[in-house]
């Protein structure tokens, strides 16, 4: 510190008790010292501040008395004393300097040290003057803290803003500034605002606005700058510009604050541009759009295709209630809707009736919600007109009203069908049976039999498989499960299909299990899955051809394969192979014949016995058909075995054969009368009755399909016949679906054959019968 007063004191060096009593008015402290800086005065000032006495202090070395270290660093400063010795000149000590008391008190100084000269400009000595500057010490640190307070709040606010001068320089900027605009404070600071980036700041209206800030002691709010700024997109902002001053003088200057609305100016457009194209949707939809308060009810909005649907003007909806404009029954009605959109925020009505002001009728579907607009509920009611679309389901109501009945029609079609198809058939086989019977048979007899016999077989399946077309789309074929071992069913398919392999030369070769492999179904069901894929296997392979027949068990499963090589399946047929009337060959010929009912049965048949079925091919190398069905975990109950076979018939029967189709009942009765059996015949109901009477059967073969009195009106009036009492019936007849035996049955026959029969299953009636009466 540089002190006028060391001068003086220089000066009146020779005149020391003056000097010592100036030097102990002195506000500051002061400290002289010999060459050897030992202490020879300390003012009060410095007693006080050091703690020393001047008594105590004299002659002691300064460092001792005046204990100064710096106060960030603590370590000990070197006595200016020193220097001043050493160089005669004015010495100023380093800054954050603490003096330690003699009784440790600790305060900082500002201090100063000259040499003392003699009369010959020899340095005498040196004086010490120092001042305790603890109190301005606190005021600069209170000055910092609240400039680094104020620092941190300007640093943390978000808007960016600039202090100008009075001539629009830039003096500062905060953090936000540079960080919004990205531009560093190089190229900020002391430039004029306008010169600023690429001049986007450069506006007219700006720079005037902000020349009238200090003279007119002006300030302006909200000045709106749209501008694309260098670095940044598109920006909106608003300047806000204030006069403020710099604190510890009176200097001017204007603080430019900027608030960043880019966000809501794109929001504000966004909704705008909203609120276009949902007037446009709402102006141009071709449903009926109403807009409804969510306290009331009541329309509020409606667009014009409401009004075009009603005949009403736009205007005509305003302030009404639903059930006022015909869309619900009541004000109640109405009320309630409303309470329920408030709860669950969506309601849906369906087919209510509307009447338009030119007395149209009209059906619509109302699909209401609540949605917010402008932060407030408002519910939008979707009208949409479907009439036509109604018109449109009571048609096909109709017509698959009209499609069902077409099917029980066809259903019952079928059944006749294959009742008038059968009625001829029985006769034939008869006649074939009959043939059969003859001996000394020529060769060409033979081989014509042989062929009326294959023939007749092959028109008995296509029967029965148009009654399966039926009953697979209705769901009306029944099982009669029981535990059956699937080797015998094989081996009865194999010897079914025999006939027809056997014409074509084709060889069929089994590999069965040793042991029984048993599963729960229907015996005939099953017999007729493997028929029907041997037959599809032996219509599909050439002449000479190979057919092969596994089964196995894997796992938990029964599986049955049947191996062909024969043409093949298409790729693309492949997948349909099991639909309903699909074949693979569709050539012109028709030489394979058939419905394309048999795989689609098979499939049927195994997906209700709880198996799967799926097939494999290769064109021009056959196809495999591999069938899985879950087997029998534990042995099944053991039957009772038989004491003894049943004997054949011991004594010929008396049999009435009752059907209106003559060659079917001389047919019939032709082949009783070749097996011993007496036979009389019947062509009606009523003649059938009086027959019994005369005659007394055992056994009667009756047709239920009679003219005038049928079967089953002359089955009932037989079991009211004490006299006929123990006789047998057997229904021979061409309906064989499982509810035309429940009625045979209900009628009081005791067994049911459908035509055309097998007579060796009415031989086995008859052998039952007379061993029973024997």
């Known amino acids: 510190m540089t002190d006028p007063s ?15 009593v100036t030097l102990a008015s002195i506000g500051d402290a002061v400290i002289t010292t010999d060459t050897s800086a030992n202490i020879t005065f300390l003012n009060p000032v410095a007693e006080s501040l050091t703690g020393w006495t001047l008594a105590d202090a004299a002659g002691r070395s300064l460092s001792e008395v005046f204990n100064i270290v710096n106060e960030e660093t603590r370590q000990q400063v070197e006595s200016p004393t020193v220097r001043a010795v050493r160089e005669g000149v004015f010495v100023g000590l380093a800054n954050h300097t603490l003096l330690i008391a003699k009784d440790g008190t600790q305060r900082p100084i500002d201090d100063s040290a000259a040499p003392i000269r003699n009369a010959t400009g020899e340095v005498a000595g040196v004086v010490l003057v120092f001042r305790d500057i603890t109190q301005r010490k606190q005021q600069e640190k209170l000055t910092q803290d609240a400039l680094e307070y104020a620092e941190n709040i300007l640093a943390t606010l978000r808007e960016p803003f600039l202090v100008l001068d009075k001539s629009l320089r830039v003096v500062t900027a905060n953090r936000a500034f540079y960080q919004n605009f990205q531009v560093a404070p190089e190229e900020t600071q002391g430039r004029f605002v306008y010169e600023l980036g690429d001049g986007e700041w450069n506006i007219p209206k700006l720079r005037e606005l902000l020349e009238e800030v200090l003279p007119q002691n002006h300030s302006f709010d909200h000045f709106h700058v749209s501008h694309k700024f260098p670095a940044n997109a598109q920006k909106h902002l608003l300047l806000n510009a204030r006069r403020i001053r710099q604190p510890g003088n009176h200097s001017e200057l204007i603080l430019l604050a900027m608030e960043d609305i880019t966000q809501r100016q794109q929001a504000q457009e966004s909704m705008e541009v909203s609120e276009v194209r949902y007037r446009r949707l709402f102006e141009a939809a071709k449903d009926g759009i109403l807009i409804l308060d969510t306290v009331h009810g009541k329309v509020t909005d409606a667009n014009p295709f409401m009004a075009q649907l009603l005949g009403y003007s736009p205007e005509a909806f305003l302030g009404k209630e639903l059930w006022q404009i015909g869309l619900l029954r009541d004000a109640d009605s109405s009320r309630a809707m409303v309470r329920e959109l408030q709860e669950k925020g969506y309601v849906r009505y369906e087919n209510l009736p509307l009447e338009t002001t030119s007395g149209r009728k009209v059906e619509v579907e109302v699909v209401a919600n609540v949605y917010q607009e402008d932060h407030q509920p408002v519910i939008q009611c979707n009208i949409r007109d479907i009439t036509a679309r109604s018109q449109l389901e009571n048609k096909t109501k109709e017509q698959a009203k009209s499609l069902a009945d077409l099917s029980r029609r066809k259903d019952e079609f079928l059944a006749m069908l294959s009742h008038e198809l059968r009625n001829p058939l029985a006769p034939i086989l008869n006649a074939v049976q009959l043939l059969r019977l003859q001996r000394d048979r020529s060769p060409l007899q033979m081989e014509a039999h042989g062929m009326i016999d294959r023939q007749v077989g092959q028109l008995a399946r296509l029967v029965d498989d148009l009654l399966e077309v ?16 699937l080797r015998g069913i094989v081996d009865s398919a194999i010897e079914t299909n025999q006939p027809q392999a056997g014409q074509k030369g084709q060889t069929v070769a089994k590999s069965l299990p040793a042991q029984p492999l048993w599963v729960y179904g229907d015996a005939m069901r099953l017999e007729q899955v493997v028929v029907n894929l041997l037959n599809n296997a032996s219509k599909y392979t050439n002449r000479g051809g190979h057919i092969w027949v596994g ?22 047929m492949l997948p349909r192979i099991f639909d309903l009337f699909t074949q693979a060959d569709r050539s012109l010929d028709r030489s394979q014949g058939g419905l394309g009912i048999g795989l689609s049965l098979v499939q049927s048949l195994i997906t209700m016995h709880g198996g799967r079925v799926e097939a494999q091919s290769i064109v021009g190398e056959g196809s495999e058909f591999i069938v899985k069905l879950p087997v029998l975990l534990s042995p099944p109950v053991p039957t009772a075995v038989p004491d003894a076979d049943v004997p054949a018939p011991v004594r010929p029967l008396k049999v009435l054969v009752v059907d209106d189709n003559v060659d079917a009942a001389k047919g019939v009765a032709m082949l009783l009368r ?30 239920i399909g009679l003219p005038i009195v049928n079967g089953y009106q002359v089955a009932q009036w037989i079991r009211q016949e004490p006299t006929l009492k123990d006789v047998v019936l057997v229904a021979l007849t061409g309906y064989g679906q499982q509810s035309d035996r429940q009625r045979s049955l209900d009628a009081g026959f005791d067994h049911h054959l459908v035509k055309p029969v097998d007579f060796a299953k009415v031989q086995s009636i008859l052998s039952a019968v007379a061993v029973k009466a024997s």
Request: with cysteine; hydrophobic share 40%; charged share 30%.
């Open 6 to 20: 060391l001068a003086s004191i220089e000066a009146l060096h020779f005149r020391p008790e003056w000097c010592r």
């Open 470 to 485: 039926s009953r697979i789309s209705t769901g009306r074929i029944h099982l009669q499960e029981e535990r059956i071992d």
């Open 551 to 572: 089964l196995k068990r894997e796992g938990d499963e029964a599986v049955l394969r049947v191996r062909d090589n024969g043409i093949g399946i298409a790729p693309e």
């Open 674 to 703: 070749a097996f011993g059996h007496d036979a009389r015949l019947a062509l009606d109901g009523a003649g059938a009755m009086q027959v019994a009477l005369e005659y007394s059967p055992e056994v009667v073969l009756l047709d």
